[in-house]
Structure formats: C-alpha cells, structure tokens
C-alpha cells in the first residue's frame, strides 16, 4: 500500500467559532459523488461546535465550501451542541445521518469530561434523514436510550447489514457528578425499520471486573454478512493504553468473539472494506511514534499485514498525564491530531481523513491510498 496524494479537505480559521475542526468522515455515494462531515468549534470542546458539510466530485482532490445544514439544536427544552455527525447511505441518494448531541445547559461552562469524577455531561443520539444526496434534511428525532447506558456515545457511523438492518455501537458513559465504580461497557442496538425502533442493547464489548475499557469501538461489515469491531483499549488500573482489540461476530452483532490483539497501538479509526473483502485499517499511534498509519488485512478477520503498512502523518509528541483516568480523560482535549477515518473509492483506492493542526487551528487532511494486491 502507498500514499499516491494528500491534502486539506478543511482549514480551520485560528480566532474564530471555527478554528478546531475534528470528527472527520467521508461516505462515497452510489452516484460517484464524496459527502464529507467534520464538526467545527472554538476549541476542541466549546459550545459554539457545529456540523459541517462538504462536497466532491472527482474523487476527494478538490472539496466544495463548506455548508451547516443543521441548526443549533434543543433536546428536551435544554440547549446543546453536536459534537458529530456520521453518515450511512441506505439506498441510491438516502442517507441518514447519526449525530452524537451534548447538553451545555445542566452544567453551564463544564468541560465534556469531569476529571474528578470521570463523568461526562450529558448526552444524546440524533437522527436525521435525506433523499437527495445531503442537500436536504428532515428534522431532528431523539433515540431513547435505557437509563442503563447513561450518557451515549456514537462511536462509529451506523452500519448497514446484510440482511438490511441496522446496527448502532453505543458506549456507556456516568453521568457527570456520579462518583461510584465506572463499569463501561460497548452495545450495539438493532432495527429492522430503516432507524424508527431501535431493540435492546446487546453487549459487544466488556470487562465484568470494570478493570478494562472499550473505548471508541469502530466497526465495518464485510461482503459476506459478518462485522468487526475494533476497540480502543484501556488499562484502569496501570492508567495506559492497550493494543488494539478486535471482535468478530456472524450474527448480525448479537454475539462476539473473543478479543483479539491486534499488536497495534493504540487508536483504530472506521476501517475500508473493499468489493474483494480486504479491510484498510487506519489508526493513531500517539504515544509511541506520534504518527498515523494505516495497514491491510486480507479479510475482517485475516492479520494486517505489515509490509502494507504505510504512514500517513507524523506528529511531535504530546504529552501523556498518568495520574488518574479524569486526568486522562481531560487530556484528550488537548490532542492536536487523530480520529482517522478510511472509506472505500470507487476504483480500488481508499480515503483517509484525520484532523491535525496546532492549538490555535487544526484542520481536516486527507490521504489517498493505493491498495495494491496482497
């Protein structure tokens, strides 16, 4: 695999309401034509953060101005921001969009994490819907979720299964003063209605004992039905991150199999499936070689080679706190690069977005891979 081009899809603009751009993902529609979404904000946690749109049609060289189709939104009378917006084409020119909301009224000026108690605020799952390609939107409807999941995280872009169903990876999260034991855990919910009712939550990811987590558990369908998950994992108790893990399930995602380490560390973003069933896998190695890199697998399941591997950016270190998870979890806010996401080209190739930039501006970058044959 080589990087054949690169570029800014995005820049943001240092001092004002769109200096930090982050959550980068591209969908290449049926037509031919690339729908990009990022969210934008004064800083990586403000409540001024908007959804923004882009457009392509020659493949991701060149991207439209960008344009905010959704309003600041209300969920229950409060007021919030949407920190992201993930988009699955249903049918030729129908998508739906999935968008992760967080209340900034409850806790007026808070941070999105609690370091003390290792809460988060509150938060919500929106979906809305679009037959023609992105240019219009209904409105907003809510997903309830069990009070079990506590404020939800959408951790990957809904997928659409083989049977035509939809699955949603959800993670749990405490509630923002709640200072008990966090026991996380990852779910995945289901509907068979084009994303109306959604059932219960089926367990995809979890330590019993509270020790481990699974963090931002990122998935793909391959051709043959079966979907693999790749989680983001972390050690409470020594307070560092694990290699990635993947899970592979051959029922529609009602059971798992075993964690699998990958021998990569330590972020994976939304992996590429190919036509042939190959999985392009990026991920963020921040702590190590401060980069991000992206491999081949000949299969969900088959190993990421690594002669494949290519690197497609390079950082300079960040600093890491030890002391406590709330501590770590606050300084994810001051990461300045990361989130890829890789989608698969019309023609072979496959597109790779990620955020990177400086405290005072970050942008969304992209990377064109050529995937030769394994």
């Known amino acids: 695999m080589q990087m054949i081009a690169s570029g800014i899809l995005a820049r943001g603009t240092r001092g004002t309401a769109r200096a930090i751009l982050t959550f980068g993902q591209v969908v290449a529609l049926q037509s031919g034509l690339l729908l990009a979404t990022c969210r934008a904000g004064s800083s990586k946690d403000s409540s ?18 960008a344009w905010r189709p959704f309003v600041a939104s209300k969920l229950n009378g409060k007021r919030g921001s949407l920190k992201l917006c993930y988009l699955t084409e249903l049918a030729p020119g129908r998508l739906l969009a999935a968008a992760m909301w967080i209340d900034r009224t409850t806790y007026p000026g808070q941070p999105l994490f609690n370091a003390e108690t290792e809460g988060c605020l509150p938060m919500g799952i929106l979906l809305a819907e679009s037959g023609d390609e992105g240019r219009s939107w209904s409105e907003w409807r809510h997903v309830p979720m069990p009070a079990e999941i506590g404020p939800a995280s959408l951790t990957n872009p809904i997928l659409k299964l083989r049977d035509g169903s939809l699955a949603m990876s959800i993670e749990t999260n405490k509630h923002y003063a709640d200072r008990s034991r966090w026991y996380q855990k990852a779910v995945y ?20 004992s509270g020790r481990i987590f699974n963090w931002d558990m990122r998935a793909c369908v391959a051709p043959d039905g079966r979907i693999a998950t790749f989680a983001w994992t972390y050690d409470t108790q020594t307070t560092g991150y694990l290699n990635i893990q993947r899970r592979i399930s051959r029922d529609q995602g009602h ?37 991000i890199r992206a491999r081949v697998a000949a299969g969900v399941d088959a190993p990421f080679d690594p002669a494949s ?50 405290d005072g501006a970050m942008d969304i970058r992209w990377a064109r891979l050529g995937v030769s044959d394994l």
Not at 48 to 65: K, Q, Y
Not at 196 to 206: L, M
Not at 270 to 288: E, I, K, S
């Open 189 to 208: 919910f289901h509907c068979a209605d084009g994303g109306q009712r959604w059932g219960d939550p089926v367990v995809a990811g979890q330590d019993p």
């Open 255 to 291: 059971t798992w199999s075993a964690p699998e380490d990958l021998g990569i560390t330590d972020q994976a973003g939304p992996p590429a499936v190919l036509p042939d069933g190959r999985v392009v896998l990026a991920w963020v190695d921040r702590f190590v070689s401060h980069s």
């Open 48 to 65: 001024d953060e908007e959804i923004e749109f882009f457009r392509s049609a020659d493949g991701g060289h060149t991207w439209s101005a």
């Open 309 to 358: 591997e290519v690197v497609i950016y390079t950082h300079g270190s960040e600093a890491k706190r030890d002391d406590n998870t709330g501590d770590l979890l606050a300084e994810m806010g001051a990461w300045s690069f990361g989130l890829p996401s890789a989608t698969a080209l019309p023609g072979g190739d496959v597109l790779v977005v990620y955020y990177a930039g400086d």
